[in-house]
């Protein structure tokens, strides 16, 4: 019986190289057309040199003429037990990493648009994606046949200057394709007036 697995795959250590080469050609393209922007510092942990390269629908890189907040380079935190004794209650200190020198952070990118920069969404259950929409931020959020724009403001999440909410008619999840409609939708309505609406806790 022929087996339902893949004839090719790529194991771990292929993975690995890939994404060291990756890093690398990053860098080098990063270095030849990019500006790094010194992040931090973070408490304790020291600033470091950025390149933010974006990555069009082609996955071609590409210079982001903005940045978004939400696309800001934090250092990973891990919390390790300060004592011997591993207990469940022991106290924890968090540790910060962080490669040396110069670090490259991808923005995978939708479609282009007038005036607006959009992450490829994410996630399932909700669906989100960031961007900036005529250079603010805006956080777009579908769940259970109802989706929200947030635009700007001290915090784009929790207190934007502008939300929008509606319900869709979609049967299913949505398809990239359907967020961005939605997402252009929602700018649309913000360049025109619309009110904002209470921001839906």
Same mark, same amino acid.
């Given at each position: 019986?022929?087996?339902?697995?893949?004839?090719?795959?790529?194991?771990?250590?292929?993975?690995?190289?890939?994404?060291?080469?990756?890093?690398? &050609? /990053?860098? !080098?393209?990063?270095?030849?057309?990019? +500006?790094?922007?010194?992040? %931090? #510092?973070?408490?304790? =942990?020291?600033?470091?040199?950025?390149?933010?390269?974006?990555?069009?629908?082609?996955?071609?890189?590409?210079?982001?003429?903005?940045?978004?907040?939400?696309?800001?380079?934090?250092?990973?935190?891990?919390?390790?037990?300060?004592? &011997? /004794?591993? !207990?469940?209650?022991?106290?924890?200190? +968090?540790?910060?990493?962080? %490669? #040396?020198?110069?670090? =490259?952070?991808?923005?995978?990118?939708?479609?282009?648009?007038?005036?607006?920069?959009?992450?490829?969404?994410?996630?399932?259950?909700?669906?989100?994606?960031?961007?900036?929409?005529?250079?603010?931020?805006?956080?777009?959020?579908?769940? /259970?046949?109802?989706?929200?724009?947030?635009?700007?403001?001290?915090?784009?999440?929790?207190?934007?200057?502008?939300?929008?909410?509606?319900?869709?008619?979609?049967?299913?999840?949505?398809?990239?394709?359907?967020?961005?409609?939605?997402?252009?939708?929602?700018?649309?309505?913000?360049?025109?007036?619309?009110?904002?609406?209470?921001?839906?806790?």
């Amino acid at each position: 019986m022929a087996s339902d697995l893949p004839t090719t795959y790529l194991d771990y250590p292929d993975a690995s190289k890939l994404y060291f080469q990756q890093n690398a &050609d /990053d860098l !080098a393209w990063a270095s030849a057309n990019e +500006t790094p922007v010194n992040e %931090g #510092p973070w408490g304790d =942990v020291p600033s470091v040199r950025i390149f933010y390269v974006g990555i069009n629908t082609a996955g071609e890189r590409i210079r982001l003429p903005q940045i978004s907040s939400f696309w800001r380079y934090k250092p990973s935190g891990v919390q390790l037990a300060c004592s &011997d /004794d591993h !207990a469940r209650d022991a106290p924890h200190q +968090t540790y910060y990493l962080s %490669g #040396p020198g110069p670090s =490259v952070v991808r923005i995978e990118l939708g479609p282009s648009m007038p005036g607006i920069l959009i992450e490829r969404p994410r996630g399932n259950q909700p669906v989100q994606s960031t961007g900036l929409i005529d250079g603010k931020d805006f956080y777009f959020h579908e769940s /259970d046949g109802f989706w929200s724009l947030s635009v700007g403001g001290t915090d784009v999440v929790d207190q934007p200057d502008w939300y929008y909410e509606e319900e869709h008619d979609a049967p299913d999840e949505l398809s990239e394709e359907a967020v961005y409609s939605l997402i252009a939708k929602g700018a649309a309505l913000l360049r025109s007036g619309t009110p904002t609406m209470t921001v839906k806790q």
